[in-house]
């Protein structure tokens, strides 16, 4: 490194941006500060994309007056307009925009997309409804604009010659243009591990890149001219596609080889890469937490770190096991990475992305050529871009073929930082260590004679096989959990709705509940990816208790995607007499896919180690009608110390519940998510929580919780959280002792 000071001078550079990063914190306001909801903000239109139901603009430069609203402001303050009239605005236009602003949603669960954190590393305050756009400033001619209807067009020639599927899944491949993709096949390139050839990266440019630049060379042109040439159209084509960050790093790494070969020095890799990372972070230092950046990044530092090392371990010279060597250093390398961001892993991507990024050169040129032979002759054009589509089709049987193998997708859930730190110093020490023997096996082998060499081929296989025990041990230590509790009960931020976990220290896992009246997708959006997160991939038991959509649409979700999603072992609904519509609907949902399904009766129980889930609602003598009334109330034990989670009973089931249970318990999970129909003075007489937690969405239109019911909790001493306050509240008991935790 010694060697190298402009490298060690950009790693130092990167770690102080880093830290000043993780200093500075939360900086930027966000919309939420705006004193009122009809606001307006003038600015230039920087960014335009249009789907089928609406215009989605991206404005910046924005006018002083705009920025004066909230707190604070930066100059590269951004805000996105939603525009359903589709106004005629250019890339470029001066425009004035009257809406209904609104503020990105934060987590409210852990493993949860984190919308505001996302647009906050993209300088982006907010985004607006628009009711009235007026253009004050028109922009005849501007690059952007130029780009965009190229762009436009391109999807569409795509979408013409091969049908919307699969021309979707060209244009986000070529164009980086994913509105019009189909989502099942996103998810499946997902779970198979090759989702990365859906965004424009550093694959993209450097085959069309070195292609063009080494098509002009061998065409006579002059290294001047091939290089200027090359860096217009590459630099052209990454505008075009949104100059990702993976898009710059490559971008600018082609440019710094350009300018090595044009000097006649070596190009170093090790030293480009730093440079690239150090220009990025000067521009936005917020990216070096960002996962693309880290991707991006770790992808070339794991072929520079662990490919040498790999090969050596193979011993191969043919090309599918260099390959197959370079696949491996990036998987091993990007692991905690991925499975940070992600929680999840695709064992097979490594042979997997043998066969399609072979097949991706002749998917992208033959992609580029198609499209501009399509712009002068159509039928010419069709044909190539329809052997793109072929291979498309092969790509999509690969992804299911490898999805029907064992374990093809491996929950690993969300590592914690100590734990990575940890990784990738095991993971330094196993370099080193295979470098120093490389180097000392270069200079045996000019000493050695043949005898010696049999000899040490037995002690190189036992390195390898050493080697491979190493590296399978790093990712089993990824997914070990540390100091596990006796019981876990975790009560999600479904916004109006509920949604439970339950995990013992042995492994049962379970959910009561899951549905939301406010949260759209509020099975795959929120309760699946806190599961992951958790390094859950499979519930062996979800207790839905009565048949209302805020307790039982997210379950219907995971139900239906056993295949993508979280693996459900038996749906227990509460005795047949009391189902509405909705649980007969649910039970032939779970049949359909292959899930158990089950009645629940007072007194029967679900127990593990030292907990017990008991059923202590609706007797069969039960005059509760189908609905509140005849919740299904679970009653949870572990070491004495009890909690109580009663859906949402109310009125006579309360009642009843009354008669057939008194004890007193340590956390209630209050009914009907507070409102004044439970939770009766009656009720808390008997059961006398310490605890209590409501499940309710922010700004409901119920008026939940209900003061009522609040002045009752107060009246008994009860200690009341809620979701809609704190986000996702986690309960834990531990040596009989039982405490409470936000998750932030």
Not at 139 to 158: K, Y
Not at 550 to 557: R, T
Request: hydrophobic share 40%; charged share 20%.
């Amino acid at each position: 490194m010694r060697k190298k000071p402009l490298c060690l001078l950009c790693i130092f550079f990167l770690l102080f941006r880093l830290a000043g990063t993780l200093a500075a914190g939360k900086k930027i306001e966000d919309i939420s500060s705006f004193p009122a909801k009809t606001i307006q903000i003038e600015g230039t239109v920087l960014q335009k994309s249009i789907t089928s139901k609406q215009q989605v603009l991206t404005i910046g430069n924005l006018q002083k007056q705009s920025r004066q609203i909230g707190k604070q402001h930066t100059e590269k303050e951004k805000i996105i307009i939603y525009d359903d009239s589709f106004c005629d605005v250019k890339i470029g236009d001066h425009i004035r925009v009257k809406g209904e602003g609104k503020a990105f949603e934060e987590a409210r669960n852990p493993g949860n997309f984190d919308q505001r954190e996302y647009y906050r590393r993209k300088h982006t305050r907010g985004f607006l409804w628009a009711k009235e756009i007026v253009v004050t400033e028109r922009e005849e001619v501007s690059f952007g604009e130029i780009m965009f209807r190229m762009r436009e067009r391109s999807r569409q020639i795509f979408g013409y010659c091969l049908g919307e599927k699969n021309g979707g899944i060209l244009a986000a491949m070529v164009l980086g243009e994913k509105t019009g993709m189909d989502q099942e096949v996103k998810e499946l390139y997902q779970k198979s591990g090759i989702s990365h050839l859906l965004a424009i990266s550093g694959l993209h440019l450097s085959l069309i890149g070195n292609a063009f630049y080494g098509l002009l060379r061998k065409g006579g042109c002059s290294f001047c001219a091939a290089g200027i040439a090359s860096t217009v159209v590459l630099g052209g084509y990454a505008c075009m596609t949104g100059m990702s960050v993976s898009t710059q790093r490559a971008f600018f790494m082609f440019l710094l080889h350009l300018g090595a070969d044009a000097s006649g020095r070596v190009y170093d890799l090790e030293t480009a890469l730093a440079v690239a990372a150090a220009w990025i972070a000067a521009e936005n230092p917020k990216y070096l937490t960002d996962a693309g950046f880290l991707l991006s990044f770790g992808a070339i530092l794991g072929i520079l770190l662990l490919y040498p090392v790999f090969q050596e371990i193979f011993a191969g010279r043919k090309k599918g096991l260099q390959a197959l060597a370079g696949s491996l250093a990036i998987t091993v390398f990007l692991y905690p990475v991925t499975s940070f961001f992600y929680y999840e892993i695709s064992p097979y991507a490594v042979f997997l992305n043998l066969a399609v990024i072979p097949l991706m050169s002749w998917i992208l040129g033959a992609g580029i050529i198609g499209l501009l032979l399509a712009f002068l002759w159509m039928p010419g054009g069709s044909l190539l871009l329809k052997s793109c589509g072929f291979l498309l089709e092969v790509y999509e049987l690969l992804c299911r073929i490898f999805l029907r193998l064992p374990e093809a997708v491996i929950v690993t859930g969300k590592p914690e930082i100590w734990k990575i730190v940890v990784y990738y110093c095991l993971l330094f020490v196993f370099v080193m260590w295979w470098r120093r023997k490389i180097t000392e096996k270069k200079i045996a082998e000019k000493k050695r004679a043949q005898q010696k060499k049999e000899q040490n081929r037995t002690w190189n296989w036992k390195q390898r096989a050493g080697s491979g025990l190493w590296v399978i041990g790093l990712a089993l230590f990824m997914t070990i959990e540390f100091g596990k509790k006796e019981l876990e009960v975790t009560f999600l931020d479904v916004g109006q709705g509920d949604g439970i976990f339950v995990r013992t220290d042995s492994g049962l896992t379970c959910m009561v509940d899951g549905g939301s009246t406010d949260v759209k997708q509020v099975g795959k959006y929120r309760i699946e990816p806190f599961l992951k997160a958790k390094g859950v991939s499979e519930l062996d038991y979800v207790f839905v208790t009565h048949g209302d959509q805020d307790h039982l649409n997210g379950i219907a979700e995971l139900i239906g995607r056993q295949v993508y999603g979280i693996q459900i072992d038996t749906l227990v609904l509460p005795r047949k007499e009391v189902w509405d519509d909705a649980l007969w609907q649910l039970a032939y949902l779970a049949d359909a896919h292959g899930v158990a399904v089950a009645q629940m009766q007072v007194g029967e129980c679900v127990e593990d180690s030292r907990v017990s889930i008991e059923c202590i609602h609706p007797a069969k003598n039960s005059e509760a009608e189908p609905g509140n009334a005849a919740s299904l109330v679970l009653k949870l034990t572990c070491q004495n110390v009890k909690l109580l989670l009663t859906g949402d009973v109310e009125g006579k089931g309360e009642e009843e519940l009354l008669q057939n249970f008194s004890e007193e318990i340590l956390l209630l999970k209050v009914a009907h998510h507070g409102s004044k129909n439970s939770t009766m003075e009656s009720f808390l007489e008997k059961v006398r929580p310490k605890y209590a937690i409501i499940s309710a969405g922010r700004n409901n239109s119920y008026g939940h919780p209900n003061q009522e019911t609040l002045r009752r909790l107060k009246k008994y001493g009860v200690k009341i959280y809620s979701t809609q306050d704190n986000g996702a509240l986690s309960f834990f008991i531990d040596d009989g002792k039982g405490y409470l935790s936000g998750w932030r």
